[in-house]
């Protein structure tokens, strides 16, 4: 639902938000910053002053090996003393991350204080990718201290990727500190942006009451976005009280609703308590539902446990082809993510049925990204008979979609010559 830009700027909130800064204004002298002084503080009405000297080890905004902390911190009290001045000073620093730390918390920390004045400079002084940076920062501030004024703002002041990033930070905001207002506050908006809005609102009721948050989305049921709005609720149900989720999801009956739920569920509760939630959906008697749960408890797992999580699917899983699928993609992701640690677990395997079928369905998995570590893995497995027939199918995949290429390329490969006699070049 929401553009790359606003992801990237989440993830930057988040890290930004774990920062703790504490330092008091700097003032001139050099004397205690907590104590009284009869010395003025450090003014930033002219954006081209020369950084100020700060607390005791603490650089200036400027001097490239400044750390996020103390930009934070002093971000903090720019943006307190005079937020305009503030963000003209972010040109001084160098390197982009740096810039858009220090921006970021001066338009957050503004956005919470005054969103009307904050929103309305930054229009004035914005363009183009930038203004929608702004935008978001300030209305990730202003929807923690006013969400209802943020929301109402943005409804009426802007459009796109700006007002959908906007709707959904007001409305998460709104939805945790009065959930009845902000549902009614959404009836007057149009469908485009009321979707946006209703999964804000989704994930802020859901973290606080999931149980009335999911009466009123099985109220939306038959809107574009009633089943977004419920599986959003079942994303924070399902960190909260799990067994309480599945419960409710057990009773809906809704199949294709059902079956998004509960992989949503499976996928959250496997990630603090994979065996619980591998031992619900094993109770599950619908097949579909049970399929789905286990689609989304092998991806929970995996995030953290990609060995166990394989090793669960291969005494569980019954499906050869949904446990081909789902033990190929944990392997892949795994290679991606943590290839050494890939490398450690599928070389500390016991040889086997089990470990051949890991290797026959890694071995698939990586064909196209790399042909020969493929290759190498699909002779490593036990069976003969497997590992012969697999081989070869890796092979004529490779010549069949890359003709004499793949044949001059398997000659490289860590192969038995007659292997490689086999699929010689013909030219």
Known sequence: ?????????VALSSFLAGVLGTLALTRSGGSDPGAASPAAAVTLVDPSAAPAAGAAGELAIDDPRISFRQLHAIASRHAAADPEAAVKR???????????????????????KDGVAAATFAQTYFQGEQLTD?????????AEADPAAAAAWFDENTSGSVLDDAMWEALESWGRKDPAKAFAWTENLDDYVKSTAMQGLAEGWGAVDPAAAAAAGLEMRETSYGNEFLVSV????????????????DGLVDEQLRGAVVNELGEVWSQTDPRAAAAWAAGLTDPGSRRAAEIG????????????????ALDAITDPGQLDEMVGDITFNWSNLDPRGAT??????????????????FSGMVLEEDPEAAVVW?????????RETHVRGLLDGLVGAYGESARKAIQGFQLPEEWKKAYAPTE
């Open 297 to 312: 408890i092998a991806v929970g797992w995996s995030e953290h446990d990609p060995g166990g999580a394989v090793e669960w």
């Open 344 to 361: 450690r677990w599928l070389e500390a395997q016991t040889p086997g049925a089990k470990t051949d079928r890991v290797l026959k369905a």
């Open 1 to 9: 639902m929401h553009s790359p830009v606003r992801y990237y700027l």
């Open 378 to 386: 699909a002779s490593k497995i036990n069976d003969p008979a497997l």
């Open 90 to 112: 972010a040109r001084e620093i160098p390197g982009h991350d740096n810039r858009e730390a220090y921006l970021g918390e001066v338009l957050r920390a503004w956005g919470e």
């Open 134 to 142: 702004a935008l978001y920062y300030i209305a990730d501030g202003w």
């Open 234 to 249: 079942t994303t924070q149900w399902a960190g909260s009280d799990p067994a309480a989720a599945a419960a409710w999801a």
